[in-house]
Nanobody, 128 residues
């Protein structure tokens, strides 16, 4: 699977952005899709994930209630709607794909090392 993230930019605190991640190659429907982010000097951090059926989602506490993940399997695209952005949301945002399997009883996975494919990242900068 090849992933191409887009939609980042420079915004002010309180603004919104929508990120997109277009997939090509192997069957998109076989994968749970997630967004991670990485700020300078920090490790890659889990943001959100959506199941391959779109029936379930899971969010990091830091973005819950502000961000919404969705996917359109007909377009092989996953989205991240980010509202009420804060300066601490500033990071490079990456989309990742993992096989739709369970790990230790959970369908979601916050560990970036267990993802199979990654996009190139898109920069989001939120000014105060």
């Amino acid at each position: 699977v090849q992933l191409q993230a887009s939609g980042g930019g420079l915004v002010q605190a309180g603004d919104s952005l929508r990120l997109s991640c277009a997939a090509s190659g192997r069957t998109f429907n076989n994968y749970d899709m997630a967004w991670f982010r990485q700020a300078p000097g920090k490790e890659r951090e889990f943001v959100s994930i959506i199941s391959w059926t779109s029936s379930t989602t899971y969010y990091a506490d830091t973005v819950k209630g502000r961000f919404t993940i969705s996917r359109d399997n007909a377009k092989n695209t996953v989205y991240l709607q980010m509202n009420s952005l804060k300066p601490e949301d500033t990071a490079v945002y990456y989309c990742g794909a993992k096989w739709a399997t369970y790990y230790r009883g959970n369908w979601y996975d916050e560990d970036a090392s267990r993802y199979n494919y990654w996009g190139q990242g898109t920069q989001v900068t939120v000014s105060s």
